[in-house]
């Protein structure tokens, strides 16, 4: 176990190390961290704690602060005796001072452990958690969460279904055995306390890098979709990329009520599956397309009825193609020549690789949008914003092709 654990440990900590680098800027860095996720917690280097000690390793921490963590101080009295052994540069601080450290521009990342992850991404963690995610959502600063996979427990969904400790009164209104309070004050001392998803920016653990904030945006751009009658029951899909890997829709899941539980993370070219259910049957086709065009960040399916209806007509004339001509929406699509708009129509054959395929041979780029006989539309682009504004554009489109013909 304990050659396991040292193994996780330096796992999580390079992982960690390497995701702070990507979503921050500027070196070296200033990190906020609360009670102690260190090798006295954990073994060898420990979670959030072991990912600063890797980042100081490479020579790219300017100084910590450190949450004393009342009441039981695991801040003050082990987070500051390891940075003091590791030689990081750091200051102790009280719990309540971090958020205004984090407001007046003081801090670069929050890094915390967790002690339990939920399905959808929520975090328990030490009290006084919360308000640090908080401060750093209010003030645009990444809240990394480094915990090894045996903290997330998907049989729970939520943080709501977490039972949180309450402790002795006595923890609170004495300090080291002194009173600090009258005797017999009624105390609120909860051991932890739950930080939803939509405030983590990412969760790393050993194996994954786990995007919270996109997978929670990938869910309610679906939730939006659904809400138009684009995404009937379980249909469609939806995914971002994140540089080689992507997150995307689950199968099966009612896109009405998709939550960060509902979103897969996998391999964006490949569509194999890193973590998470199962992913959409169409993942092919999104890959496919992520594979074709190495700028391509989001991609949307959805069957809005127009669109499905001139794909369906098309298909039944033969066509591989439709052409639009002339109305001011083009643009939309941010093609060479908005007076024409071929777009292209694939078999909806049941073997979805097999449509996947033919959609990988026969794209060039000129048009990021696709229809799919009697099915539905593709489309594509660097946000997810765009990729969703441009199904709303061929929708609008096929719906005046439908009026004019
Ligand atoms: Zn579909």
Redesign the pocket.
Known sequence: MLEEDEQTNRAMAARAADAVLGLTSRRPLRILTHCNTGALAAVAVGTALGGIKELAERGLVESVLAGETRPLLQGARLTAWELTQAGIPFRLCVDSAGPAAIAAGLVDVVMVGADRITANGDVANKVGTYSLAVAAHRSGIPFVVVAPESTVDVSIADGSQIVIEQRHADEVIAFHGHPVAPAETPVFNPAFDVTPNDLVTAIVTEDRVWPQRPAGHLAEVARGLYQRGWLDGT???LSVRIGAQALITASGRSKGELTNADVVLVEAETGVRISGPKPSA?TSIHAAIYQAFPDCGAVV?A?PPYATAVAAKAMAAGQDSVRFTDFEIIKGFGVADPSALDVPVFTNWSDVPRIAAEVGKRLDGSVPVLL?GH??VTAWGPTLEIARNRVECIEALCRLHLLTN
């Open positions: 249909a469609g899909n169409e399916h069957h799919i099915h539905g």
